[in-house]
């Protein structure tokens, strides 16, 4: 049996497919409300193919508790945010979930971290925790997880997968496990590597990222087209520019960078800019608003709507959005009353302001900033009517009333 601890974006979805692959998987929350709603037969977000999965989890038998169970296999994936201050890890989260773990785990168990950490946090933080209860017998793993939100269900099935494991016959016993579901290859090294290689990843696509949005701002600066230059350099067999937005969000890429300049901040240097230049976005995109609106005569901030509160299309997290970073340094630009929210993934009230119906946003509105590109918009203006739009992430087509980044 395998106890999946944490069943968040990640586990729950991880801990579902395991069940509907046969393995007898319990899984574990500390937030009550979510085991019920989960033992109540509903899921907690919305995800493609997330639905159909539960249903086949729980008919092979896959259950929810808020208790750890005594069993030989533990998945930890619990949040692992970083201190602002210092950009390190905070493991407080993996910590405690592998103290209660260890209140309950038989001799011999194995704890796999599927959380992110940063690259030594495992012997850093966690191998102390075993050490201090005399646990020496129970053996350590890391298996990051790769999964894109809106795609998660087919990413587990199709992703190819790495083990960090404390020695090569429990990295293949963990091996075994995830090619229950997995197809793609799954790579077995020890846990140091296997740490560093997740945020290495991570930190891939935030540079790479960075360097499109600062390609935005430069283009912009001098009345050049980003988009037609990037088209271009483009058909060059040796280039892949990404195509510029309104930041970084989600719990992955604008967290796991931070580890590395935490630790190493003499050294991370291009890392560190990238980051910084992400995070700048939502204040640019707020100063080119402001530009839209002067040049479209529009003077009333209150007519101007947001349009996606998630981080991504299609999805319903709202962690670190670029909207929510965009709406705390609203203020200072578009000065007046807070603009109108809308996304209709996003459900539940997160923010002031915050409508419910596309109606209700469009009512009253001349302009709108599209932050998201979610799909019933997606090369769609006429979805907005014929308001003035900024369309943050290039997904409006092209017309009189659309402008770019
Ligand atoms: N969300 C993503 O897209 C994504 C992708 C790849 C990797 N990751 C990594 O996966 C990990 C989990 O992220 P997530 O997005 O699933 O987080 P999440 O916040 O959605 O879920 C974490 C869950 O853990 C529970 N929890 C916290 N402490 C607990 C404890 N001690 N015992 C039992 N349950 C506990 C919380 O109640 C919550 O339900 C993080 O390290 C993240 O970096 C996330």
């Given at each position: 049996?395998?106890?999946?601890?944490?069943?968040?974006?990640?586990?729950?979805?991880?801990?579902?497919?395991?069940?509907?692959?046969?393995?007898?998987?319990?899984?574990?929350?500390?937030?009550?409300?979510?085991?019920?709603?989960?033992?109540?037969?509903?899921?907690?977000?919305?995800?493609?193919?997330?639905?159909?999965?539960?249903?086949?989890?729980?008919?092979?038998?896959?259950?929810?508790?808020?208790?750890?169970?005594?069993?030989?296999?533990?998945?930890?994936?619990?949040?692992?945010?970083?201190?602002?201050?210092?950009?390190?890890?905070?493991?407080?989260?993996?910590?405690?979930?592998?103290?209660?773990?260890?209140?309950?785990?038989?001799?011999?168990?194995?704890?796999?971290?599927?959380?992110?950490?940063?690259?030594?946090?495992?012997?850093?933080?966690?191998?102390?925790?075993?050490?201090?209860?005399?646990?020496?017998?129970?053996?350590?793993?890391?298996?990051?997880?790769?999964?894109?939100?809106?795609?998660?269900?087919?990413?587990?099935?199709?992703?190819?997968?790495?083990?960090?494991?404390?020695?090569?016959?429990?990295?293949?016993?963990?091996?075994?496990?995830?090619?229950?579901?997995?197809?793609?290859?799954?790579?077995?090294?020890?846990?140091?590597?296997?740490?560093?290689?997740?945020?290495?990843?991570?930190?891939?696509?935030?540079?790479?990222?960075?360097?499109?949005?600062?390609?935005?701002?430069?283009?912009?600066?001098?009345?050049?087209?980003?988009?037609?230059?990037?088209?271009?350099?483009?058909?060059?067999?040796?280039?892949?520019?990404?195509?510029?937005?309104?930041?970084?969000?989600?719990?992955?890429?604008?967290?796991?960078?931070?580890?590395?300049?935490?630790?190493?901040?003499?050294?991370?240097?291009?890392?560190?800019?990238?980051?910084?230049?992400?995070?700048?976005?939502?204040?640019?995109?707020l100063?080119?608003?402001?530009?839209?609106?002067?040049?479209?005569?529009?003077?009333?901030?209150?007519?101007?709507?947001?349009?996606?509160?998630?981080?991504?299309?299609?999805?319903?997290?709202?962690?670190?959005?670029?909207?929510?970073?965009m709406l705390?340094s609203m203020g200072?630009h578009l000065?007046?009353?807070p603009?109108?929210?809308?996304?209709?993934?996003?459900?539940?009230?997160?923010?002031?302001?915050?409508?419910?119906?596309?109606?209700?946003?469009?009512?009253?509105?001349?302009?709108?900033?599209?932050?998201?590109?979610?799909?019933?918009?997606?090369?769609?203006?006429?979805?907005?009517?014929?308001?003035?739009?900024?369309?943050?992430?290039?997904?409006?087509?092209?017309?009189?009333?659309?402008?770019?980044?």
């Open positions: 049996m395998i106890n999946v601890i944490g069943l968040g974006y990640i586990g729950l979805p991880t801990a579902l497919m395991f069940a509907a692959h046969g393995v007898e998987v319990v899984g574990t929350d500390c937030d009550a409300e979510l085991v019920a709603t989960l033992n109540a037969g509903r899921t907690t977000f919305k995800e493609e193919g997330l639905d159909e999965l539960f249903g086949r989890a729980v008919a092979a038998g896959a259950r929810f508790s808020t208790e750890y169970q005594e069993c030989g296999t533990y998945i930890v994936s619990v949040p692992t945010p970083y201190d602002k201050a210092t950009k390190r890890i905070d493991p407080s989260y993996v910590v405690d979930a592998v103290g209660s773990v260890l209140d309950v785990a038989p001799e011999g168990a194995v704890v796999v971290i599927e959380s992110t950490v940063s690259p030594g946090a495992i012997d850093r933080y966690v191998r102390p925790a075993l050490a201090g209860r005399g646990r020496g017998d129970v053996k350590l793993a890391h298996a990051p997880e790769r999964i894109i939100p809106g795609d998660m269900v087919g990413e587990l099935l199709r992703n190819n997968r790495t083990v960090g494991a404390d020695d090569p016959e429990t990295g293949e016993l963990v091996k075994s496990l995830y090619a229950s579901f997995c197809r793609g290859e799954i790579a077995v090294t020890d846990i140091r590597t296997a740490e560093m290689t997740k945020v290495v990843e991570n930190t891939f696509r935030d540079v790479n990222i960075a360097f499109a949005n600062e390609l935005a701002k430069i283009c912009r600066s001098d009345g050049m087209d980003v988009r037609e230059i990037i088209r271009i350099a483009n058909k060059h067999p040796r280039v892949g520019i990404l195509s510029p937005g309104p930041g970084v969000g989600g719990h992955c890429i604008s967290v796991d960078p931070w580890f590395l300049v935490g630790d190493y901040p003499e050294l991370a240097r291009l890392i560190r800019n990238a980051r910084e230049t992400n995070d700048s976005m939502p204040e640019f995109v100063a080119r608003a402001s530009e839209v609106m002067r040049e479209s005569g529009i003077t009333d901030s209150s007519k101007v709507g947001i349009y996606g509160l998630a981080y991504k299309e299609d999805v319903d997290d709202v962690r670190e959005s670029p909207t929510l970073q705390e200072r000065a007046g009353s603009c109108k929210v809308y996304d209709p993934w996003v459900e539940r009230d997160v923010v002031p302001n915050q409508v419910h119906s596309m109606e209700e946003f469009l009512e009253g509105l001349e302009m709108v900033v599209v932050m998201v590109g979610h799909s019933e918009v997606k090369g769609r203006p006429e979805a907005f009517g014929d308001r003035v739009l900024l369309d943050t992430r290039d997904v409006m087509g092209s017309g009189e009333n659309v402008h770019k980044l």
